[in-house]
């Protein structure tokens, strides 16, 4: 993302709460990165004026006490010429800034972390910012009350980052359109497990403590991004063409705690041929026994799940994974692209193994009356605190499904698989998915994507 905030004219910086008055550079222009990436439901989230590439986090951590320590080397590019830029961090104290190994000065304005390095940033150049951080954690709750971010629990962390929760436990750029690849290191007392996205890189205990590795190459929304603690057991097998599958499920569950992971690897190989090949290194499942979350979260290449799964939740996740984490909303207004395509392939799954057909799900859905909760907010545009409502979940299934009765089972296949080849990786908006629809359909289909996404209530004619 690339917002700048240009004050051209020299400000006597006042207490400003909204972050957008510049640090006079000696100048008197000062080049600020916005604080937000310019998202209207999270305006704060994200910011202005730079690119991550990568995330390095070392974390040392003890469920006991739930003190936390961090240090974070951020790679990024500048996007503009910078005297000041931000990163998100939620709480704890922050120690030390360097920019390309050199102090920085910082303040925080609630979740702003403003940096000013000691000489500005060109447009374009490179540079590393380093933080080191500590404090105790908590549970901390989204825009809903729910808990997300780095939830503490009774044997280590939960940590779903959905939508801009990253900043609970690590100074990002937490907004989905800065994708990175990521390197953990992560230290928890011996007998404990780290479970990250990516793959194992090794691990070696000293001392009591013992050190996690996991690198994660696939560039990886912050969303996205887990570091889960706990007593976990790794499991490892093997899924279609190779595709390492890495399992971590809590000790405490015990033997049907991995009933609903059992077929894995048959639904990697259905939706790799319904949508194309997986697209990540690796894949896995991380399941942990404390149910307070309540729910689960496509965290890239390792779903996380608050308790055991059923098949069908594995298989919502798993399609997230082409869905949500490879091609991405580039807003989170844009959330239908990720539920409303997540629900609609775990009904097709299910009807892949005998279970209802998509279609019979779409008929008794649409037989509910117009007062049911189904129908509203439109998925389209739900609103910040309504992101996870079952509209856009199940109405925007039901989309999917409307869709192709409209344009025949061809045509819609061919859409899916065309909409990830062509957005692998990248950031997406619904304007997209209908141009593509068009094009593909040789139909004219804005009346019917209006109806289904932005007109509150239950459709009748489409
Ligand atoms: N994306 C998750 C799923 O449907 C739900 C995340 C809910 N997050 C939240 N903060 N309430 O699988
Ligand atoms: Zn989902």
Known sequence: ????????????????????????????????????????YFPLAGNGGYDVSHYDLDIRYEPATRAFTGAATISARATARLSRFNLDLRGFTVRSVR???????????????????????????????????DGTTGRPT??????????????????ANEPEGAATWYPVNDHPTDKASYDFEITVPAGKTAVANGEPRGQYTRDGWTTFRW????????YLATASIGDYDLRRSVGPRGLPII??????????GDDGLARTAEMIDYFGQLFGPYPFSSFGAI???????????????????????????????????????????????EIWLNEGFAT???????????????????????????????????PGDPGAV???????????????????????DAAFFALLRAWYAGHRGGNVSTSDFVRLAEKISRQQLNGFFRTWLYTPGKPTTW
């Not at 399992?247 to 049907?256: I, S």
């Not at 091609?327 to 989170?332: G, K």
């Not at 992101?387 to 409307?402: I, P």
């Open 1 to 40: 993302m690339k917002i700048v905030w240009r004050c051209l004219t020299l400000l006597t910086a006042t207490a400003s709460t909204l972050a957008l008055v510049a640090a006079p550079a000696a100048a008197g222009s000062a080049i600020v990165g916005a604080p937000g990436a310019g998202d209207d």
């Open 99 to 133: 920019v390309d190994g050199r102090p920085a000065r910082f303040d925080r304005d609630g979740q702003e972390l403003r940096i000013s390095p000691r000489s500005g940033l060109s447009r374009g150049e490179r540079f590393t910012v380093s933080v080191t951080y």
């Open 142 to 159: 989204d825009n809903t009350g729910a808990l997300y971010g780095w939830v503490s629990t009774p044997d280590g962390s939960f940590v």
């Open 215 to 222: 690198h994660a190459a696939d560039p990886m929304a912050s």
């Open 247 to 256: 399992d971590a499920v809590d000790r405490d569950l015990g033997p049907t």
């Open 287 to 333: 399941v942990d026994d404390d149910e307070d979350p309540g729910y689960a979260l496509e965290t890239q290449t390792r779903p996380i799940y608050a308790g055991p799964p059923s098949q069908s939740t594995v298989a919502h996740e798993l399609a997230h994974q082409w869905f949500g984490d490879s091609v991405t909303p580039a807003r989170w207004q």
């Open 344 to 378: 609609y392939a775990s009904w097709l799954w299910e009807e892949h193994t005998g279970g209802r057909t998509a279609a019979a799900r779409f008929a008794s859905l649409h037989a509910q009356p117009e007062t049911a909760s189904l129908w509203n907010p439109p």
């Open 386 to 408: 309504e992101l996870f409502a079952g509209s856009v979940y199940n109405k925007g299934a039901m989309t999917l499904q409307a869709l192709r009765a409209k344009i025949g």
